[in-house]
């Protein structure tokens, strides 16, 4: 069993996130601040952080600052009604993973809790295999029988980033936020660019960077 730790202080919404994680086939630890948090992860593997941001003792900012600060490396899911940019940049630049504001659509946090455990085991890894291609994180490199290239840093992480999550759109703002970072001064052509460099290279490849129309990219593997 996976355990997932919630720290919610409303005891509704917590209720809530432990029975949908629960008929997820999730094992669920609550706490109801950032202390208690801290007392209880230490007795548990945790796999994965959802941390509410408004709360008494410690608060979600503080809680994933310690947790960064301890040395865990643990994906950390934001889940609050908080929707400023400011409080959206504050959580990532202290090493939250994803954001989600309150209400929240019951699917899509089942669906960003499985996609940050998948990204967690590939962190892990520094590889991601699809067909008979294998992505090299650390190398920088996609290999295939013996055919072995090596792209440049912003194209494999943009690569490495949509194959990561399969068939997950990633809009032009996040794809730029995360890749180039949130102060670039890039505009969204140079997406375009790397994309279509990306294509070009790998044209017969197990996998396909699409364009969805009004929104961003995703990746799709390509039935064998």
Request: glycine share 4%; with cysteine.
């Amino acid at each position: 069993m996976i355990n997932i730790m919630v720290v919610e202080d409303d005891d509704s919404t917590r209720r809530l996130i432990h029975f949908l994680l629960k008929a997820n086939q999730f094992t669920v630890i609550e706490a109801k601040n950032g202390s208690e948090a801290l007392d209880l992860m230490n007795k548990y593997d945790i796999k994965l952080f959802i941390v509410d941001l408004m709360m008494n003792v410690m608060d979600g900012f503080e809680l994933t600052k310690a947790i960064r600060n301890n040395g865990f490396a643990t994906p950390i899911l934001i889940l609050t009604a908080r929707t400023s940019i400011i409080d959206k940049r504050k959580c990532f630049d202290l090493g939250a993973d994803d954001y989600l504001t309150k209400p929240f659509e019951r699917e899509e946090l089942i669906l960003r809790v499985k996609a940050l455990l998948r990204r967690a085991k590939i962190n892990t890894s520094h590889q991601i295999t699809v067909g008979d291609v294998l992505l090299d994180y650390n190398g920088l490199s996609v290999t295939r029988g013996d055919e072995v290239t090596v792209i440049p840093k912003k194209e494999f992480y943009l690569l490495f980033k949509l194959l990561s999550y399969p068939d997950q759109v990633f809009t032009k703002e996040q794809i730029m936020n995360e890749i180039w970072g949130m102060d670039t001064s890039t505009d969204e052509n140079t997406i375009k660019v790397h994309i279509n460099r990306i294509r070009n290279r790998f044209p017969d490849y197990p996998f396909e960077i699409k364009t969805v129309r009004g929104l961003g990219y995703k990746a799709v593997k390509k039935d064998e």
